[in-house]
């Protein structure tokens, strides 16, 4: 059985920083290209950032390019964030999600977590 398990949410002052994890199992973690998205109240889920397989390519929405890192530990099946300069407009769930494709459509999507909510307070 697939599992994807985002941990490090929480509460955190405009400025500040968090690091989200999603730890898999299940798959093969390695061959998955590895999403986060975000999904604030009565909007759409978003990509945040993909990451590709090994060797690994990277892609940002405009709205966190600069403050926001996406990287994997294929030893680990882990996936991270590390999200800095948070501003308010960032608060949401955060939810990784794996695909065959490397790709930013949420459809195309095979696998997702249940999503760590992330506040970020003026």
């Known amino acids: 059985q697939v599992q994807l398990a985002e941990s490090g949410g929480g509460t955190v002052e405009a400025g500040g920083s968090l690091r989200l994890s999603c730890a898999t199992s299940?798959?093969?973690?390695?061959?998955?290209?590895m999403g986060w998205f975000r999904q604030a109240p009565g909007k759409e889920r978003r990509l945040v950032a993909v990451i590709g397989r090994n060797p690994p390519n990277t892609y940002y929405a405009d709205s966190v390019k600069g403050r926001f890192t996406i990287s994997r530990d294929n030893a680990e099946n882990t996936v991270y964030l590390q999200m800095n300069s948070l501003k308010p407009d960032d608060t949401a769930v955060y939810y990784c999600a794996a695909s065959q494709w490397l790709v930013q459509d949420k459809d195309l999507y095979d696998y997702w977590g249940q999503g760590t909510q992330v506040t970020v307070s003026s």
């Open positions: 299940g798959l093969t973690f390695s061959t998955y290209n």
